[in-house]
Nanobody
Framework: QVQLVESGGGLVQPGGSLRLSCAAS????????MGWYRQAPGKQRELVAASTSEGIINYADSVEGRFTISRDDAKKMVYLQMNSLRPEDTAVYYC?????????????WGQGTQVTVSS
């Protein structure tokens, strides 16, 4: 049973920082593209950042230069360092793991962690 467990969310003032962590119980973690998504109230879930098994990293334009995704394949962890936070970053943040095995897409989600940016 694959599990993704996020932690590190909370309330922070504008301009502040938070670090999200995601612990994955996946047998071949290094084969997965690990991503962080977020969903604000009334909005669709959107990709924030992703790190592929080949080391390719992508960011949403809205977080480029402020957020950093990293992964530790040995510990089966993925992180999202969020700096210079803005009120519009307020959302539930979800950890995601994707991989293709034998032409079957594997797609797993965590339960989400709330990030609130407010003064």
């Amino acid at each position: 049973q694959v599990q993704l467990v996020e932690s590190g969310g909370g309330l922070v003032q504008p301009g502040g920082s938070l670090r999200l962590s995601c612990a994955a119980s996946i047998s071949i973690f290094s084969d997965y593209t690990m991503g962080w998504y977020r969903q604000a109230p009334g909005k669709q879930r959107e990709l924030v950042a992703a790190s592929t098994s080949e080391g390719i990293i992508n960011y949403a334009d809205s977080v480029e230069g402020r957020f950093t995704i990293s992964r530790d394949d040995a510990k089966k962890m993925v992180y999202l360092q969020m700096n210079s936070l803005r009120p519009e970053d307020t959302a539930v943040y979800y950890c995601n793991a994707k991989a293709m095995f034998l032409l079957i897409q594997q797609d797993y989600w965590g339960q989400g962690t709330q990030v609130t940016v407010s003064s």
